[in-house]
């Protein structure tokens, strides 16, 4: 894998250039009277390539730039965009996010951070490896994944085919309280969907691969043959007796519940009062064996950046703390709307890890099965299902059910249901088998008791 020769991200020469255009806008912002502005400039390009039948079924290429600019009459603010980047494209974009702005009602929350929250010095996080990869090149990897899955087992009958996804871009962002700043990026990833079965008795699962360095993504085979194995155990699934069990959340599905408490901890769902939990700061939230640690800083991670959406700089904390609720994700405008100061999460988390202290080296999934005994070991959930007001959790369900630790078969058309309270506080244990979707991470993740709705 080398790195691309095309001109499009001549980091460089493209950054100077993109720092100069967000300055001339912030100038053309004061020039017409604003008494603040914030203005951002970016581009990016991405290909997308899928296959089907080991064919090639689509390609998708884009390339998109474009500046956005705020600007403040006071309390008032007003907000327009523009992919034209000549002086007087952006000169007309000022005058109408200025016009907006003038004829807009005051917001005592609106306005830029404070100068001294500003990430005015940041490290370079290595977020950017370019990948020079061309659509026959991308569409031979996808096609080496679906053949693998294809060829796991005579079992696997179908396809929803594989796909490869790569894309890079970069950004600038200032405003009139003296930040100017910005870095490349980029994200790449191969996934693919195999069927299992025949007629009435098919089953889909998948399985995908992603990373900001294309050099560290899994081969194909494994993706394919990972995946075509998780269809293959699917088969032959049946309900269960309705009841109250225990409930094992494989990994990649429990990164969900992790986002429920962002979600039900954001500036947003918080002013709104929109939030099961509302004044919760400082409060047990989660099971005591339990910490919540947010780095925004580790190199390489898909969820690192050295500032927020505003500049802001991001913070390295524990956000729970034993089961203590420390923190709150909040922007400038939300934190002011709730009377405190921003949390640096404008645009969202910074590699959040769900951690329990209780975790040992060699708790493995298998582990968490012999812990959780007899229960409903959940790999797939279906449909929304989730109140954020009540924290009311109702979600249909895919797994298997587990007796004596050991898997027995695998369960379909069931329910599971609870409340995202008492489900955080009953928390038994968090595994070793660690998996990283996002900016979020968790190991599997097991509930001493839920409602399991079957039979």
Same mark, same amino acid.
């Given at each position: ?217 899994? &081969? %194909? $085979?494994? +993706? @394919?043959?990972?995946? !075509? ?7 032959? /699934?049946?309900?269960? #007796? ?8 494989? &990994? %990649? $599905?429990? +990164? @969900?519940?992790?986002? !429920? ?7 947003? /769902?918080?002013?709104? #009062? ?26 390489? /991670? ?154």
């Amino acid at each position: 894998m080398t790195k691309s020769t095309d001109d499009f991200l001549d980091i460089p020469a493209q950054q100077a250039q993109f720092r100069d255009l967000i300055s001339d806008a912030l100038q053309c912002a004061r020039q017409v009277g604003a008494s603040d502005a914030a203005a951002e400039i970016s581009e990016s390009r991405g290909l997308s390539v899928a296959v089907r039948h080991c064919k090639l079924e689509t390609i998708e290429q884009t390339r998109d730039r474009g500046l956005a600019i705020t600007v403040f009459a006071g309390q008032r603010r007003g907000s327009a965009s523009t992919s034209d980047f000549s002086a007087d494209a952006i000169r007309r974009t000022v005058e109408a996010a200025w016009h907006i702005a003038r004829h807009t009602a005051e917001d005592p929350a609106a306005g830029l951070p404070d100068p001294d929250q500003l990430a005015l010095h940041y490290p370079d996080l290595d977020l950017h490896h370019p990948w020079a990869i061309d659509v026959p090149e991308a569409a031979r990897l996808a096609i080496r994944a679906e053949r693998a899955a294809l060829a796991t087992s005579d079992l696997i009958t179908n396809t929803e085919g594989a796909s490869l996804d790569t894309s890079e871009g970069h950004f600038v962002l200032g405003n009139t309280q003296g930040f100017l700043g910005g870095y490349p990026y980029s994200r790449h990833s191969l996934s693919v969907a195999p069927i299992a079965g025949h007629g009435d008795g098919m089953q889909r699962d998948y399985w995908y691969t992603a990373a900001r360095d294309a050099q560290t993504l899994a &081969a %194909p $085979l494994q +993706v @394919g043959r990972y995946a !075509a194995q998780r269809a293959l155990s699917r088969l032959n /699934a049946r309900s269960i #007796k309705t009841g109250h069990y225990p409930v094992l959340f494989e &990994a %990649p $599905l429990a +990164v @969900g519940l992790l986002g !429920a408490l962002v979600q039900a901890t954001s500036g947003g /769902a918080l002013y709104r #009062k929109a939030s099961f939990m509302l004044d919760s700061l400082g409060k047990t939230v989660l099971a005591d064996h339990l910490d919540v640690v947010e780095n925004p800083y580790i190199p390489g /991670a898909q969820g690192s950046s050295p500032f927020d959406g505003e500049g802001v700089r991001p913070q390295a904390r524990r956000v729970v703390d034993c089961g203590l609720l420390t923190g709150y994700f909040l922007s400038t405008y939300t934190a002011r709307k709730l009377g405190m100061s921003t949390t640096g999460n404008a645009g969202g988390s910074h590699n959040l890890s769900l951690r329990s202290r209780l975790t040992q080296p060699d708790d493995t999934l298998a582990a968490m099965l012999q812990k959780m005994g007899t229960g409903l070991l959940v790999t797939e959930l279906i449909g929304q299902g989730v109140n954020y007001v009540t924290g009311d959790y109702s979600r249909g369900a895919f797994g298997y059910w587990v007796q004596d630790g050991q898997i027995s078969h695998p369960v379909h058309e069931v329910t599971i249901a609870g409340n995202l309270s008492d489900m955080f506080r009953q928390i038994i244990a968090i595994g070793a088998d660690v998996h990283h979707r996002g900016a979020k991470s968790t190991g599997s993740i097991l509930i001493e008791k839920m409602a399991v709705a079957g039979l």
